[in-house]
């Protein structure tokens, strides 16, 4: 797994309470397969009319313009960042295997 990711993933364990962690990850998953699932098919649908070079040059923009669109969103204050769970919010998770003392 790539680092960013866990660094997601990460900040996502501190934001969304127990309750709902499950639902959001098993959406973010959904959603990530499924947009790969598309562009896969539409990456071989254009390969019946165009040559590989220009279906990665135009990957290649589209995928640039999530950072353009990231980027913008950031500057511009458009992306708050949502309040971490304090320490005394959160519960004790029992790790298997240590002793507590």
Do not use: K
């Amino acid at each position: 797994m790539e680092r960013g990711l866990d660094v997601g993933r990460t900040t996502i364990l501190r934001i969304v309470p127990d309750e709902f962690r499950g639902r959001v990850f098993a959406t973010l998953e959904t959603l990530t397969w499924g947009v790969m699932m598309l562009s896969m098919t539409g990456a071989g649908l254009a390969s019946d009319h165009t040559d590989a070079r220009t279906i990665g040059a135009v990957s290649g923009v589209l995928s640039s313009l999530t950072a353009v669109f990231w980027t913008w969103a950031n500057v511009t204050g458009r992306l708050p960042e949502p309040p971490y769970l304090q320490a005394n919010e959160m519960e004790e998770v029992e790790v298997h295997g240590e002793t507590n003392g």
